[in-house]
């Protein structure tokens, strides 16, 4: 996983033209922006959603194994849980047409990054992620979640 701000994002440009891509969609939003699916490239989209965080003890991971993740609020902020897939169960097994797997029960003690106010989250294939919590009580976020083609 990779937590940073949109002002640093020209670092990214050398891991990957995709990513930079999105990151550069990112900083350039227009908080207007209507919800749903926005296509960047043929390599890389934008998922605008709006939603009320959660604040519960609850977690379910996630990964997926054909995009990477680039997750951000631009309205809001949001508690991202993180942790290696490998310390994990699996709760639900691979679904090929959603190109998600769920997990449960950290072996290790999960961590978490709060994202939002131009920060984000870059999560790869093993980074099991449990986003849509609440970073002090629940509010409603706008948020853009970057899918970036990998394979």
Same mark, same amino acid.
């Given at each position: 996983?990779?937590?940073?701000?949109?002002?640093?994002?020209?670092?990214?440009?050398?891991?990957?033209?995709?990513?930079?891509?999105?990151?550069?969609?990112?900083?350039?939003?227009?908080?207007?922006?209507?919800?749903?699916?926005?296509?960047?490239?043929?390599?890389?989209?934008?998922?605008?959603?709006?939603?009320?965080?959660?604040?519960?003890?609850?977690?379910?991971?996630? !990964?997926?194994?054909?995009? %990477?993740?680039?997750?951000?609020?631009? $309205?809001?902020? *949001?508690?991202?849980?993180? +942790? @290696?897939?490998?310390?994990?169960?699996?709760?639900?097994?691979?679904?090929?047409?959603?190109?998600?797997?769920?997990?449960?029960?950290?072996?290790?003690? !999960?961590?978490?990054?709060? %994202?939002?106010?131009?920060?984000?989250? $870059?999560?790869? *294939?093993?980074?099991?992620? +449990? @986003?849509?919590?609440?970073?002090?009580?629940?509010?409603?976020?706008?948020?853009?979640?970057?899918?970036?083609?990998?394979?």
């Amino acid at each position: 996983m990779i937590i940073d701000t949109l002002d640093n994002i020209s670092i990214y440009k050398k891991l990957s033209k995709d990513v930079y891509a999105g990151l550069i969609f990112l900083k350039n939003i227009d908080y207007k922006i209507e919800l749903g699916v926005h296509d960047i490239n043929n390599r890389v989209k934008a998922i605008v959603e709006k939603y009320e965080t959660i604040n519960n003890n609850s977690f379910e991971f996630e !990964s997926h194994k054909r995009v %990477i993740d680039i997750q951000c609020p631009i $309205i809001g902020l *949001e508690r991202v849980f993180w +942790s @290696p897939i490998t310390d994990m169960k699996v709760k639900k097994s691979y679904d090929n047409i959603k190109d998600i797997t769920i997990y449960n029960d950290p072996i290790s003690p !999960s961590r978490y990054v709060d %994202i939002g106010n131009r920060v984000f989250a $870059i999560m790869f *294939e093993n980074d099991g992620h +449990s @986003p849509k919590h609440s970073v002090k009580y629940s509010e409603l976020i706008t948020k853009i979640t970057i899918k970036v083609l990998i394979n």
